[in-house]
């Protein structure tokens, strides 16, 4: 299995920030990349796909960027919203496997 | 606005089967853009994929529950279930059902989860 780790593992940040998460796989994936927002209890929602494809609905603040073991998912100024676990899912081959998560928390 | 829940009982008995189905609304369960999957949770630790079914029936699982996991999917209910045989404690989790973009296998829409607790 394709193993998937973060980091940070949790960062405290402010309002207006601008916030930075990496995603590595342990071989190469191309940009078979995702990113997701989760809150407890909610259904987690989709980002970024492919990488650094927005989908639909979500703000512009949020990209992804990177290919192949490396990949980042930024956003360019942190809402109240925006505080929340973030996790990588790799979709280059089953089993698809998640990154253990980013936990952003207010500052 | 396509949204998927799931349910099934809150706890099961070791050695028993946890069945769980998700429920799709707004929206066809048998739209050829999408297949289905299950994911779960367990307390602090990372999420793991369970297993994939398209509406053709063919289905994939991981190979950590191959031997104990069958997913199916039912088009007139607009359902699509998971069973896992012989559960233990290891199997205690909060359970995610989600449809999946076939052009890039991400899960676009999740169900908001279910925790199943396994004990006697």
């Known amino acids: 299995d394709i193993q998937m780790t973060q980091s940070p593992s949790s960062l405290s940040a402010s309002v207006g920030d601008r916030v930075t998460i990496t995603c590595r796989a342990s071989?190469?994936?191309?940009?078979?990349l995702n990113w997701y927002h989760h809150k407890p209890g909610i259904a987690p929602k989709l980002l970024i796909y492919?990488?650094?494809s927005l989908q639909s609905g979500v703000p512009s603040r949020f990209s992804g960027s990177g290919s192949g073991t490396d990949f980042t998912l930024t956003i360019s100024s942190l809402q109240p919203e925006d505080f929340a676990t973030y996790f990588c899912?790799?979709?280059?081959?089953?089993?698809?496997?998640f990154g253990p998560g980013t936990k952003v928390d207010i500052k | 606005q396509v949204q998927l829940q799931e349910s099934g009982p809150g706890l099961v008995k070791p050695s028993q089967t946890l069945s769980l189905t998700c429920t799709v609304s707004?929206?066809?369960?048998?739209?050829?853009?999408?297949?289905w999957s299950w994911i779960r949770q367990p307390a602090g630790k990372e999420l793991e994929w369970i297993g994939r079914?398209?509406?053709?029936?063919?289905?994939n699982y991981n190979p950590s529950l191959n031997s104990r996991v069958t997913i199916s999917v039912d088009t007139s209910k607009n359902q699509f279930s998971l069973k896992l045989s012989s559960v233990t404690a290891a199997d205690t989790a909060v359970y995610y059902c989600?449809?999946?973009?076939?052009?890039?296998?991400?899960?676009?829409?999740w169900g908001q989860g279910t925790m199943v607790t396994v004990s006697s």
């Open positions: 989600a449809r999946v973009n076939r052009q890039n296998d991400a899960f676009d829409i």
């Open positions: 707004g929206g066809s369960i048998s739209s050829g853009s999408y297949y």
């Open positions: 079914i398209y509406t053709s029936g063919r289905t």
């Open positions: 071989q190469s994936i191309s940009s078979y």
């Open positions: 492919a990488a650094s």
């Open positions: 899912q790799q979709s280059y081959t089953i089993p698809f496997t």
